[in-house]
């Protein structure tokens, strides 16, 4: 008996499409927030400004990565201007063919009644959203890193080729991502009767080139530079300080709160759910897993493995977009393992259910000395209007910008962020160099910092402006 889908499927299919259109629309003018200053908006000036003259960042600018990213954007810059809103069209674009990757693999692990409607909930994660209207690879590493999975189980090795060549170069993770497809690839391709060398070579083809090119971009890097990943001179290096045995269990700490936060802990619930149920059922065996729902298994629990020590063993690299994969390939394994145990009108529901919980994720608002990943959830974007108002307010009353110093996110020649400041606006300083400080609690500043703020014996509150979680200060230093 057909049971009757509770939303159409079409108006499902293109519900994502509309509403990351929307999205995109909405924050077509927005400034470049915080890591996108730098991967995004400085990279691709670098190539635009220098007319791609040079295949290397300078060290102010280089974090390690590949090009590919900023070569792109800086081409699409070339092709169409360098405005905001087409950087922030040249992401859209890679949302919308993200959202056919997923909702083409969803299809090849669920119902037709259910496929559409599990896409959307895995599409509004909220660390997702986010990341879709801040100019971010990280949606272009996703588009490559779910094509990859979808050609792999369809068998088509062109299409596999393509996509780990753009995601073994897209980024240090790219390359990750790719040694975890690897792994999920000769898994679901295993055959114990065909087992020889030849296969695996043959098995492995897709992804040679992908491999050869990424350890060529290393190798090129480390010949001219000397170095691969980070060193100790370059500026994020304090992020890459190894911690010690508190810090590593720290760290496990943060990483379960990043699968946990945004309204995420509404999946591990059903998924402790559903393995409650089954194995309450195990003795009956009442229902089994074929072979692509085990390698997906497989390939989370490689993501965790291969990402686990970059994540845990240094001091800040387990940022919530760091496990963009592991979060949405996390919710195929939570409605595979619910498709096992209840009925496709409840699947629907639960559905519908996540989606609520995922939505109200993003108005999450954690006190002022937690660190927040702002980044990651779009409880962030009134960010934007308060700082042109708090730029504004700055011109009205002459305060000039050589006299304020600010934090992550807003320090630095403020054009490099926005494209129409000034190219002397430029903002730079720590906490107490300069007679006014701009303070906002989206750049996650150390409490010590914050105490120092609120003390009105070493400053003075001028203004602050506020919008929904997101807030702006200005302070002046007061001299004795």
Not at 346 to 371: A, D, H, T
Request: with cysteine; proline share 3%.
């Amino acid at each position: 008996m057909l049971q009757k889908n509770i939303m159409p499927e079409k108006i499902v299919k293109y519900l994502p499409y509309c509403l990351y259109a929307l999205l995109g629309v909405f924050c077509i003018n927005h400034c470049f927030f915080q890591d996108m200053i730098q991967l995004s908006s400085g990279h691709a000036s670098w190539f635009y400004d220098n007319n791609f003259r040079y295949f290397l960042f300078p060290n102010n600018l280089d974090s390690g990565h590949p090009p590919l990213n900023g070569i792109m954007l800086a081409f699409w810059w070339k092709l169409f201007g360098k405005t905001l809103w087409v950087s922030h069209l040249f992401t859209l674009l890679w949302s919308m063919l993200l959202i056919y990757q997923v909702q083409k693999l969803a299809r090849l692990f669920f119902s037709k009644e259910t496929a559409m409607l599990i896409s959307l909930v895995l599409l509004l994660d909220p660390t997702l959203l986010a990341q879709s209207v801040i100019v971010s690879p990280d949606i272009i590493l996703l588009t490559f890193f779910f094509m990859a999975l979808r050609a792999s189980l369809e068998r088509k090795n062109v299409l596999l080729t393509f996509a780990i060549v753009f995601l073994s170069l897209i980024s240090m993770r790219g390359m990750m991502c790719c040694a975890a497809i690897f792994f999920f690839h000769h898994f679901n391709i295993w055959d114990k009767k065909n087992v020889s060398i030849k296969n695996l070579i043959i098995n492995s083809l897709p992804f040679s080139l992908g491999a050869l090119l990424a350890f060529a971009f290393l190798g090129y890097h480390y010949y001219k530079l000397g170095w691969i990943g980070y060193h100790e001179n370059m500026p994020w290096a304090d992020c890459f300080e190894k911690v010690n045995f508190v810090g590593f269990l720290r760290n496990i700490v943060f990483v379960i709160w990043r699968f946990l936060d945004f309204g995420r802990i509404i999946l591990w619930i059903l998924f402790f759910y559903a393995i409650f149920i089954l194995l309450k059922k195990i003795k009956t065996r009442c229902f089994s897993f074929d072979k692509k729902e085990i390698s997906i298994f497989f390939l989370f629990g490689a993501l965790v493995l291969i990402s686990s020590y970059s994540a845990l063993s240094y001091k800040a690299l387990s940022g919530h977009r760091y496990f963009l994969p592991h979060f949405i390939i996390f919710g195929f394994i939570t409605f595979i393992l619910l498709s096992k145990i209840v009925s496709v009108r409840q699947i629907q529901r639960f559905s519908i259910v996540v989606c609520i919980v995922l939505l109200c994720g993003n108005m999450l608002r954690y006190p002022e000395k937690i660190s927040t990943g702002w980044d990651s959830t779009l409880s962030h974007l009134p960010y934007y209007s308060l700082r042109t108002q708090m730029f504004d307010y700055i011109e009205e009353h002459n305060i000039s910008f050589s006299d304020i110093s600010a934090g992550f996110g807003m320090v630095g020649g403020q054009n490099r962020i926005d494209f129409s400041s000034p190219k002397d606006r430029i903002i730079d300083g720590v906490l107490g160099e300069k007679k006014y400080y701009l303070y906002s609690n989206t750049f996650n500043a150390p409490d010590e910092d914050i105490e120092t703020l609120h003390n009105p014996q070493k400053y003075a509150l001028i203004t602050k402006m506020q919008k929904g979680n997101v807030f702006i200060c200005l302070y002046e230093k007061i001299f004795e």
